[in-house]
């Protein structure tokens, strides 16, 4: 296996998707077993499909915090949090998943690029979204304290933008010219933007651009290296600090 080498002029941005969490036992989206193919996207990720059913997509999501809330973190978590003990700043890491599991592993530059399972905030008003535990009941709505409305999980929709202060973290970071740039692709599957256009920026800055990935993704032709196999056993495994 290529080797991803590491030294004092290199800056790491790694992109991470579900395929990390599959392996503590969260699932993923598309392909065999996926999230989607059992939930219609459209009534249960979609502010349309909120306004429509709340109810159901807050089971969705309940039931998705409890068992987030039950898996620990894997050893391709762990090894993603060593490299950032080892890089500090010069590493960030931006991820699709909204588990927490990259914090719980010890990860601490983390842009959470779709939003949190354990943060919630009101579908009505701007008060300011609040860490939230709670496994609601089926059936249960809990309103906003300010202005009555509905709470809603603190999480980026299908349709909805991205949080541009993520994104400007993002482009900072690739577009800071004092050292190397790396950027790292794991367990996503390449299929939603704007996080699978990351690889093009990377690219446009000079970047080397690696994926590990269990299959082929949508977009594998756009990265230098592919490596393919299971995050929690190709991460350990993958990093040479010069
Ligand atoms: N190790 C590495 N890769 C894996 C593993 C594993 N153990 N298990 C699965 N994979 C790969 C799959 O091959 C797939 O390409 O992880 C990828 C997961 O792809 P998706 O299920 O599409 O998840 P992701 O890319 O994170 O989806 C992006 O889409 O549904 C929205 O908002 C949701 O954040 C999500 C976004």
Redesign the pocket.
């Known amino acids: 296996m290529d080797s991803l080498h590491l030294d004092d002029n290199t800056r790491l941005l790694v992109l ?5 969490s ?2 503590s036992g969260i699932r ?4 065999a077993d ?3 193919e059992d939930q219609p ?1 459209e009534k249960v ?1 979609t502010p349309e499909g909120f306004a429509a059913d709340p109810r159901l997509v807050w089971r969705f999501y309940s039931e998705r915090r409890a068992a987030a809330g039950a898996c620990e973190p894997n050893a ?1 978590h762990r090894a993603l949090a060593e490299w950032e003990r080892r890089l500090g700043e010069r590493f960030l890491l931006a991820t ?3 588990d927490g599991l990259h914090q719980r592993a010890g990860s601490q530059r983390v842009v959470e ?2 939003g949190s399972l354990f943060r919630t905030r009101c579908a009505h008003c701007t008060r300011k979204p609040f860490e939230d535990r709670t496994v609601y009941p089926v059936g249960h709505l809990e309103r906003c304290d300010e202005c009555r409305g509905l709470l809603r999980p603190d ?4 349709g909805e933008m991205l949080e541009e202060e993520n994104l400007r973290q993002v482009r900072d970071f690739l577009l800071r010219g004092d050292t190397r740039l790396v950027f790292l692709a ?7 933007w704007p ?2 256009g990351f690889v093009d920026g990377a690219r446009g800055v000079g970047g080397r651009t690696w994926l ?6 949508d977009n594998t032709d756009r990265f230098h290296h592919f490596v393919q ?6 991460l350990p495994r993958l990093a040479v600090f010069d």
């Open positions: 991470t998707g579900a395929g990390v599959a392996e993923t989206f598309r392909g996926g999230l989607w996207v990720a391709g699709q998943n909204i690029l779709h999480i980026v929709w299908f794991v367990g996503t599957s390449g299929a939603v996080a699978a590990v990935n269990a299959d082929p993704a196999g299971r995050s929690g056993e190709v």
